[in-house]
């Protein structure tokens, strides 16, 4: 569906559960690193079990007047309302406050020769605060025909604050003199998700098929305001000696005429298929397909301008897998997911961007997983990631915007996870990807190699 574009991350909560848990970690490292973290949980009555996570982080980093400080707790109720119905319900807060470091400056198109713990800005106006409420409740329910009913509400609130003073251009010519540049930007958020899925196994001959269908509904409110920052009040740009690039000159805060001032409403409706076949004892094979219509309301308060898009995604997938013996599986899959053309945080739309269709991703992967052991895996994948309806300026009226960008990323990876030993457990991998731009535009040739991909990941 939406926002999937390179992948999704599984998020698994830890709920509560009728099992004792008893646990605390203490973490201590480098650079002023300390954390700790705390996980307890038990049976409070027969149909009534709770678990609580909290967490505390105070850390500093390699680079100069770099700080962060986090917190989050979690409770989590878990009641067995009946013998084939269980309900859990949970809260989170989390809050983190950390220095915003946007690192050192170019020079001749790359990296500057600046000390690598070097601050360009001023750090003690550079900061992110944000802060995290969410509360979910979750329902199942499995039927005397076989039937399970999954049901998940789940809302959420995020208040965000951005600030900072950076490198706001390449160092110049001679290596001693780049600009400096600041802004800050406010959002608020609220989201309100419903999704229901029913779950069904079943069998047609020899063939078996567990059959999923779910609806998912949401509403996602922001609120954004951009300041520009103004040294001494007056300039945006502030000429600083690239030997001493940490400063402490007054900035103040202020709308510029293009800053944001807006509000957004996100409204979601889908429905989606699956069935997973199981076609005999060495291949099974899955296939599905979301609809999804995906409604974005854009409203301007500076200058009470209202626009919209409504776009409507059709997004399959398949996958096929062999299992030539039962601890090895080898697999292909194809998938599509889309980006509506307000960006990924859906924060802006204009004339323009409104008539852009979604930017599509199609992915293709084939890999292979080994359960050396009950307790050890290794796993390796080769994959691809095409890009199109990216949007880039005409190279021939740079007044326009056009939607044939591509890219492409191609890489392969190898993981290893579980307990070499019952005392030694092990988590790790590596990965190598070249992203690349497949058609050119005025931002790029073709050919060009997309910035911010790492090479090779560890």
């Known amino acids: 569906g939406r926002g999937g574009g390179g992948g999704v991350i599984n998020r698994v909560t830890k709920e509560a559960g009728f099992a004792p848990v008893r646990s605390v970690w203490l973490e201590g490292g480098s650079f002023d690193h300390r954390r700790g973290s705390i996980d307890v949980g038990q049976a409070l009555t027969s ?121 706001g251009s390449a160092v110049n010519a001679d290596r001693t003199q780049l600009n400096l540049s600041g802004y800050n930007n406010a959002q608020t958020r609220a989201n309100l998700f419903n999704q229901t899925e029913a779950t069904y196994v079943a069998a047609s001959g020899p063939v078996g098929h567990t059959l999923l269908l779910g609806v998912e509904v949401g509403r996602q409110v922001t609120d954004n305001f951009r300041n520009t920052g103004y040294f001494n009040g007056q300039s945006t740009s502030l000429p600083v000696p690239f030997a001493a690039p940490t400063i402490a000159t007054p900035v103040s805060f202020r709308q510029s005429t293009t800053d944001a001032d807006n509000h957004v409403a996100a409204t979601v409706s889908a429905v989606y298929a699956q069935d997973q076949l199981r076609l005999s004892r060495h291949w099974q094979a899955i296939a599905g397909v979301r609809y999804e219509r995906f409604d974005l309301r854009f409203h301007n308060n500076r200058d009470d301008a209202d626009l919209r898009r409504d776009d409507h995604l059709v997004s399959p997938r398949l996958g096929l897998i062999f299992k030539p013996v039962e601890p090895v599986s080898a697999y292909a899959s194809y998938s599509v997911s889309h980006l509506p053309s307000s960006g990924d945080q859906f924060a802006s739309l204009t004339a323009t961007t409104r008539t852009l269709e979604p930017e599509r991703f199609v992915n293709y992967e084939v890999g292979a997983k080994w359960d050396v052991s009950p307790d050890l895996s290794i796993t390796a994948a080769v994959f691809r990631l095409d890009r199109t309806n990216s949007s880039a300026r005409d190279p021939n009226d740079a007044s326009k915007l056009v939607q044939t960008g591509e890219q492409r990323t191609a890489g392969y990876e190898i993981g290893v996870t579980g307990s070499v030993t019952p005392r030694w457990q092990l988590a790790g991998g590596w990965a190598s990807q070249r992203a690349t731009i497949e058609s050119a535009t005025t931002a790029a040739r073709a050919g060009a190699t997309v910035p911010l991909v790492p090479y090779a990941t560890a």
């Open 47 to 167: 149909r009534l079990a709770g678990r609580f996570n909290g967490m505390y982080e105070n850390s500093g980093g390699f680079r100069d007047a770099a700080s962060l400080e986090r917190s989050g707790v979690n409770p989590t109720l878990a009641i067995a309302a009946g013998p084939n119905t269980t309900a859990r319900v949970g809260y989170e807060y989390f809050r983190d406050h950390r220095t915003v470091d946007r690192g050192i400056p170019s020079f001749g198109g790359a990296p500057s020769p600046a000390a690598l713990e070097t601050f360009f800005g001023d750090p003690d106006v550079s900061y992110a605060d944000a802060r995290v409420h969410s509360g979910s409740v979750t329902i199942d329910h499995r039927t005397a025909s076989g039937l399970t009913i999954h049901n998940r509400a789940r809302y959420a609130r995020y208040d965000k604050f951005y600030q900072n003073v950076f490198a």
